[in-house]
């Protein structure tokens, strides 16, 4: 299918740019959509749920188009003041975008997505994006379109796109193109994120985290970085891993230090592929008890409380 996305009164060469949200529940694939959009991999992606807690910036360009995306922590409900923030982030991130991108996974029922119409801005255009449509059929996709027909006022468009199979990245882009604000670009079309690096590499050592650590303790647990030393050979990063009780330390740290090693390996190599640079990172661990629920303490991690 091709889409024609200009009218005759519209001139060709004129340039779009705008910041897009993208929300939805925890584990819809929201940072996986913002690395696959843009084609690298910058933000953390988990198999488990609330990974994301803080906005994330990935920019596209497309034609005349620059998408800002902002990925944002899932809607979901507040136990902590760390999860306070995270939906503080979501909400603020959904009413200072120019469009929403709502990220709905095939297998949801509409209720979510009532949901987000609740706390949705009626005046800040969204578009419903089906996501993880290769779980399914067909007919099964057909079927769920079908439903979201009765809200077919309310949104824009609705999109069905697996980011594992088969859904390109420009035709997304020449879909959406239409629905971004006649503005000139934000940014130099060879930014990526307007994002600091040091949030990147955090990310990224919180992802492992979340790989190899399992049950509750990747909730309890941030990281600091102490200090990042660029020379020419070598990208040198210091971190911290801070966890929330005693009894986590021993745990991350592992049998013979094996755990801390491997959450240090995996680190490494994402932000070794991401600087193309050789990488050396030192990780140490911490405690810092109820760092979720105390204010000072969310404030020395990075989140504006
Ligand atoms: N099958 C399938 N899985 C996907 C797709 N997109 C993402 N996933 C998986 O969904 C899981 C959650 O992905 P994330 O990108 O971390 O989800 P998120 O919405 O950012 O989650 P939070 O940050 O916790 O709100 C991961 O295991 C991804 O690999 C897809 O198109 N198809
Ligand atoms: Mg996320």
Redesign the pocket.
């Known amino acids: 299918m091709s889409l024609n996305i200009s009218s005759s009164n519209e001139d060709e060469n004129e340039k779009r740019a705008g910041f897009v949200a993208v929300v ?1 529940r ?8 913002l690395n696959w959009i843009v084609g690298e991999k910058l933000a ?4 488990k ?4 807690r803080k906005r994330f910036n990935a920019i596209a360009n497309h034609e005349n188009a620059q998408f800002v995306f902002i ?1 944002t ?2 809607i979901h409900k507040v136990e902590r003041l760390l999860n306070e923030f995270m939906l503080e982030e979501a909400l603020k991130a959904m009413t200072e975008a120019d469009l929403v991108l709502f ?1 709905s996974p095939i297998e949801d029922d509409l209720r979510h997505y009532e949901e987000f119409l609740e706390l949705q801005n009626p005046n800040i255009p969204h578009i419903v994006i089906l ?2 449509t ?2 399914m059929n067909n007919e099964q996709v057909l079927k769920k379109l079908l439903k979201f027909n009765k809200h077919q006022d309310k949104f824009k468009a609705i999109i069905p796109l ?3 199979k088969g859904s390109s990245q420009v035709y997304l882009l020449e879909s959406l193109t239409r629905y971004l604000p006649v503005h000139p670009f934000y940014y130099d079309e060879d930014i990526l994120t307007t994002s600091y690096l040091k949030e990147i590499y955090k990310e990224f050592i919180r992802e492992s985290v979340f790989k190899y650590i399992h049950k509750e303790i990747p909730y309890h647990t941030d990281i600091l970085i102490t200090k990042v030393n660029e020379k020419p050979d070598i990208l040198e990063v210091y971190a911290t891993i801070i966890v929330e009780r005693d009894t986590f330390k021993p745990i991350v740290i592992g049998k013979n230090a094996s755990m801390i090693k491997l959450i240090g390996q995996h680190s490494r190599h994402a932000i070794q592929k991401l600087e193309d640079k050789k990488v050396f990172l030192k990780l140490d661990v911490k405690v810092d008890k109820n760092w979720t629920k105390d204010k000072k303490s969310m404030k020395s991690l990075g989140y504006e409380v």
């Open positions: 939805g925890p584990n819809a694939g929201k940072s996986s959509f953390l992606v988990s198999h749920a609330n990974a994301t990925d922590p899932g990220l996501s993880k290769d779980t697996s980011i594992q």
